[in-house]
């Protein structure tokens, strides 16, 4: 059983939910049948079917089942949900991390870089500072980031956890959660032998902590399960975990971790309701996943933006009628494909007239461009513009170094940016921002939902155009994956914007460098992009001299080579 399964199952135990497990054979191909593709467009595992409302991502399985249940797993309090979510992205890092330093090595024989195995060390340095002294991860109380680290620190047991020699509060931190959950060997205890994927594990574990019912479904990803069209309807990325609940199909852990405490624990401090809390929790669940790094990947760059064209299809905005966050976040990273005169979405139609139209109608796009070149910054930045709050921007120069001083490591110990400082409460990663900022600001906006079933989907649409290896042939994959979930409609999650929209914008603004042809044969997503270019007011404010500087910044690495 695969990590992120496992997590929602755990969870499911912790709860006491019942669930009917339905075992998805991946090595068989189970997962791309077309009877799981409509529960999973991605073809992924988990996923969630709860009473017809399908989801899928482990996250936002746990988060959905933890704030269905009042869960204190999933924290009401906006500040600790914000540790959760904080938390939880800080996982998707680790877990990424963990892959090609290990489990890359035990499955397909590939010895890890210098690289990629100093990543790894350093997640787990950030992850034992983080935990510090504290007994859970986001503080005092079990929360479902705990149940999704859980799964991604099993894998260590390949190498008989003396990666943990070093980092002493994460050792004494993973022995005493696996002592003390009661169903952690239960899901977890062969690990070693079968490499469980730790989203999967993740989902599963927090729907044992809800005490979810869940019918577990195990593909069988040597087999190709993940690949058949029933599971693409279910989960497009043809991944897992995904779930399916009543009808409703979630994929992306991280998701599916939040559509669970949302909808089954919506108290629980798995997933606070406090928002500074939840902020922290969505950080850490989206830590350094950003489709901007994709986009900086070859492969990945191209599948993300055939997807993304996809996902838009007709719709206005990314996910439906309304702009939303998403489509800000989105916007500033597009901007970047300007590089290339968006040749890269010459075959992207969605994804350009989404663009194009954005461009025209956010009036604030240039304003703040000298600031950062990073696309999540542009994507706060943007929402902020949406909201009409008011900020006081300071920028770091990270040529200088500016971002690694110990008074800034003091607010983002990650030393990345974006980070905010909201009357003393310090928070870092775009989306968990995003989020926050959203829920303490505009809470009934639909630029980030109440609906639980809408807000699953958009936690889903946020982690899963997520780049997490530099080759180009899964970068074209996202894209046209991107495109896929577009599809028809107006934004990313359907009639109206939100913020998976404005973040998913922000990232896309980097097919500049191209020219966007990358999204000439993905029309849905350049479509999608096209028009919320122009929709957006505030588009040009933020992202319009991104795709010059960026042009610039090349031109200046190509002289230092010669």
């Not at 529960?39 to 933890?66: C, K, M």
């Not at 663009?355 to 109608?361: A, D, G, I, W």
């Not at 270019?533 to 080579?561: D, R, T």
Request: with cysteine; glycine share 4%; proline share 5%.
């Amino acid at each position: 059983m695969l990590g992120p399964c496992r997590s929602v199952l755990m969870l499911i135990k912790q709860l006491g939910i019942t669930v009917n497990v339905k075992h998805v054979d991946l090595m068989a191909g189970e997962q791309m049948k077309p009877e799981y593709l409509k529960i999973n467009p991605t073809h992924t595992v988990p996923s969630l079917v709860d009473n017809g409302f399908n989801l899928w991502e482990s996250r936002a399985i746990l988060q959905y089942l933890a704030a269905k249940a009042n869960s204190t797993l999933y924290p009401a309090d906006l500040k600790k949900r914000a540790v959760v979510d904080r938390t939880l992205n800080f996982d998707m890092s680790l877990s990424t991390s963990v892959g090609g330093a290990i489990t890359m090595k035990v499955f397909r024989g590939v010895e890890p870089t210098e690289a990629q195995i100093t990543s790894f060390k350093n997640n787990l340095k950030t992850l034992d500072s983080l935990i510090g002294t504290n007994k859970y991860a986001a503080g005092a109380d079990l929360t479902i980031a705990d149940l999704s680290l859980l799964a991604t620190l099993s894998y260590l047991v390949v190498n008989d956890f003396k990666d943990l020699n070093d980092v002493p509060n994460v050792k004494k931190y993973y022995e005493r959660l696996s002592k003390e959950l009661p169903y952690y060997n239960e899901i977890n205890g062969g690990i070693g032998e079968a490499f469980k994927n730790p989203p999967s594990r993740a989902v599963l574990m927090v729907a044992k902590h809800l005490n979810i019912a869940v019918n577990v479904k195990h593909l069988d990803l040597g087999n190709g399960e993940h690949l058949t069209p029933e599971f693409a309807k279910i989960n497009p990325l043809q991944k897992v975990p995904a779930i399916v609940d009543q009808g409703f199909p979630v994929w992306e852990s991280r998701a599916i971790m939040q559509y669970l405490c949302n909808k089954y624990a919506p108290n629980s401090a798995l997933y606070p309701t406090d928002l500074k809390k939840r902020a922290i929790v969505d950080r850490l669940l989206y830590y350094d996943t950003t489709f901007y790094q994709s986009l900086r990947e070859a492969l990945n760059y191209y599948k993300n933006l055939k997807l993304m064209d996809s996902l838009i299809g007709d719709k206005k905005y990314l996910s439906g009628d309304e702009l939303t966050i998403a489509d800000i976040s989105t916007l500033a990273t597009c901007t970047v494909l300007s590089i290339n005169d968006y040749k890269d979405i010459n075959d992207l139609p969605n994804l350009k007239a989404w663009l194009e139209r954005l461009q025209k109608e956010l009036l604030y796009y240039e304003e703040l461009y000298f600031a950062t070149m990073s696309p999540p910054s542009r994507a706060v930045l943007m929402l902020a513009k949406h909201l009409n709050i008011a900020v006081n921007v300071k920028n770091l120069d990270l040529g200088k170094g500016e971002h690694l001083t110990p008074q800034y490591a003091k607010i983002n110990p990650t030393k990345q940016v974006p980070s905010i400082v909201d009357q003393g409460f310090a928070l870092w990663e775009s989306r968990a921002i995003m989020q926050y900022l959203c829920n303490k600001y505009s809470p009934n906006s639909p630029l980030y939902p109440t609906d639980l079933k809408k807000r699953a989907i958009l936690q889903k649409l946020l982690r899963d155009i997520e780049p997490t290896e530099f080759q180009l042939q899964n970068y074209r994959q996202n894209l046209k994956l991107m495109d896929t979930l577009i599809g028809d409609k107006k934004y990313l999650s359907g009639d109206e914007l939100t913020i998976a929209d404005i973040s998913t914008l922000a990232s896309t603004t980097l097919l500049a460098i191209n020219d966007y042809k990358d999204m000439n044969d993905l029309p849905n997503l350049k479509t999608w992009y096209s028009r919320l270019q122009k929709e957006l007011p505030y588009y040009e404010e933020v992202n319009g001299h991104i795709p010059k500087m960026w042009k610039k910044f090349i031109a200046f690495k190509e002289s230092q080579k010669k």
